[in-house]
């Protein structure tokens, strides 16, 4: 899978930008906004983490509502080949570093759902996974335990293969065109976010992302219209 | 006084509220952790979100108004800090006053429109008109209460109105000579600070918490600050108008936290009202509260 290792981040020589470094690390590992996409049974163990009982907010997590806020994506259960379009849609406009967090055994290997033809089966071919939590299933203390390994990877600066759907998006496409068909195509544009952002990789474009780009069709803002004018149209 | 001292006021002021606007967030969200029988965020958990949001990495802007217009609401919220006396420090509020700032109030609302009307998220626009309708229900209370007041005290200069409460003692004070405007006051208090049973316009479950759902990285940054600077004003301007400002930093600390506290207690026990309800709400009960508080104030 990792045919481009990611690049390691240099340790800057001005200790007191390194001092910058290890404070934003910090911040960012104290400070996890979590958009939870609830699409199996896993969600029903959330509620026992973020209340009273394990209470996440204690380590600085706590819910948002928009991908835009957010910069966990807790996705629990299964994904069908429907909710992993959903998936990838809400992956792609959250702010970078983002991280996912693949919860119950559906998101690593289909799980009991493993014969299903509707079921995407690794959720890693379609998003770059940070943390999986196991478990069918997992308790709220797994829950828990999978978000603290996250904090400890963010803290010492190593939880960046977000950075690889940015660097290997030719990869992902490509498996994301396997499964929706050669006309998929998201909002959001992958490959200039990589350019504007210093994240374009050897493996940013290729056979599949020139695939899209043969029938993409540019966003165009929605038309706004009133009642009266849909009426009179139709 | 000097022109140094005067620019040591002006930098110093919005800095103050800033600290204690993030100790209120953090009051806001340990409150509700109590009441929910959780431990609840750690002491500096506001400072880590708002860092956090500035050092995202990609920035998602829908273009330069939505940019501007954060800086409008934040920046409408510095101005306002250096017009409300505190102890030790006045700024330019001599030069304000009471009407001024009820001006001012309503700029953050309308820089947060500009910026969530180039985001053209639906969401947004909804949550949007919600909020423009709720300052329309709170901003007709809150005058009366602030002309009222200024009746009482015969000024509308915030410098003046704490100096009177505080020459004649807690017997002048603006909660004791009239509490029908107090309570009046209060009550518009829990709208303005937008929280429920107002809470309208942000309504997570429903709207996407509205204005905000474009908003991340230091868009959404940027609104955390507003709303510390939010609590913090809040506070203060119910502090100077009905408890007497503050003697010394202590005793004014004591006072906003606890007028802050207040609304924001009441918020967790109680679900979200409709648009409509909240209007019909907020224009009865705190109106004919204020309105009574102004015939004893005229008498």
Known sequence: MNDFPLPVRAERSNPLARVFDE?????????????????????????????????????????????RQADILLITGYVSIKTLKRVILTYEQMGSPKYVIGICSCTVNGGMYWQSYATAKKLNEYLPVDVYIAGCMPRPEAVIEGL?????????????????????????LAAQQNLFGPNWQTPTDIIGEARDYQLYGPGTEGRHTELLQQHQVPLQPLRMTLHSDVEKSS | MSTTH??????????????????????????????????????????????????????????????????????????????????GMNGIAEKG??????????????????????????NGSIGLSRAMTAMLAYDIPFML????????????NLVELVAVQQAGGIATWGIVENPLLAIAGLFGLQAMLGKQPFEIYVAPAEI???????MGGKFLGGLFVMQSFQFYT?????????????????????????????????????????????????WKWPVILALLGLVVAVQ
């Not at chain 2, 309308?110 to 053209?120: E, N, R």
């Not at chain 2, 209460?145 to 509308?156: D, K, R």
Request: glycine share 8%; with cysteine.
């Open chain 2, 97 to 122: 006053g009471l009407i001024l700032l009820s001006y001012l109030m309503m700029v953050p609302s309308l820089g947060l429109a500009l910026g969530v009307g180039q985001c053209a998220n639906p």
């Open chain 1, 148 to 172: 603290r390994k996250l904090m400890g990877e963010i803290k010492a600066g190593r939880a960046n293969s977000w950075e690889r759907y940015f660097r290997e998006y030719d990869r992902y």
């Open chain 2, 208 to 214: 996407a918490t509205g204005p905000m759902v474009e």
């Open chain 1, 23 to 67: 404070l934003i690390d910090f911040c960012r590992a104290r400070s996890m906004f979590m958009l939870h996409y609830c699409t199996g049974c896993g969600a029903i163990e959330l509620p026992p983490a973020m209340t009273s009982r394990f209470d996440m907010e204690r380590l600085g997590i706590q819910p948002m509502v928009t991908p």
């Open chain 2, 145 to 156: 209460v602030v002309f009222g007041v200024a009746w009482q005290f015969q000024t509308t």
């Open chain 2, 234 to 282: 809040a506070g203060v301007l119910y502090t100077t108008m009905f408890l007497g400002g503050g003697e010394n930093w202590f005793t004014f600390l004591i006072k906003i936290f606890v007028v802050v506290a207040i609304p924001l207690s009441v918020a967790f026990m109680f679900p979200r009202y409709r648009t409509e309800d909240m209007v019909r709400l907020v």
């Open chain 2, 6 to 87: 005067l620019l040591i006021e002006l930098v110093l002021m919005p800095l103050v509220a800033f600290v204690v606007g993030l100790a209120m967030l953090l009051m806001l969200r340990k409150i509700g952790a109590r009441l929910q029988r959780r431990v609840g965020p750690p002491l500096l958990q506001p400072l880590f979100d708002v860092i956090k949001l500035y050092s995202k990495r990609t920035q998602v802007s829908h273009g330069l108004l939505h940019e501007a217009g954060i800086v409008v609401a934040v920046g409408a919220y510095v101005a306002i800090e250096t017009l409300v006396p505190v102890p």
